[in-house]
């Protein structure tokens, strides 16, 4: 089993900063993809961004220059580093990991982080 936790939202004015951070724990071997969502109030849950256990990385348009996710090879950790940040960012961001190996086929969520975004 993989249990995720993030940490790091908060309320911040826009074009602020923050720096999202997913750890899990587990065998860092068995986890590949990971990725961070967002869900806002009476939106459907999107993707932001992706990075895979080689660094393969893509975003969405809509963070494109803005957002940077990167992961700790030595164990289970996505982070999301938010810049120039707008109401529209405001949402709760959760990360997600797709297991491989002894846990393929799995998929793995943390409970999310708020992050809000006003002045």
């Known amino acids: 089993q993989v249990q995720l936790v993030e940490s790091g939202g908060g309320l911040v004015q826009p074009g602020g900063t923050l720096t999202l951070a997913c750890e899990g724990s587990?065998?860092?071997?068995?986890?590949?993809?990971m990725r961070w969502y967002r869900q806002s109030p009476g939106n459907q849950r999107e993707l932001v961004a992706s990075?895979?256990?080689?660094?393969?990385?893509n975003y969405a348009d809509f963070v494109k220059g803005r957002f940077t996710i990167s992961r700790d090879n030595t164990k289970i950790a996505v982070y999301l580093r938010m810049h120039n940040l707008t109401p529209e960012d405001t949402a709760v961001y959760s990360c997600?990991?797709?297991?491989?190996?002894?846990?393929?086929?799995?998929?793995?969520w943390g409970r999310g982080t708020q992050v809000t975004v006003s002045s």
């Open positions: 997600n990991a797709e297991g491989q190996r002894a846990l393929r086929g799995r998929s793995f």
């Open positions: 587990g065998n860092l071997f068995t986890i590949g993809v």
């Open positions: 990075i895979t256990d080689a660094g393969s990385i």
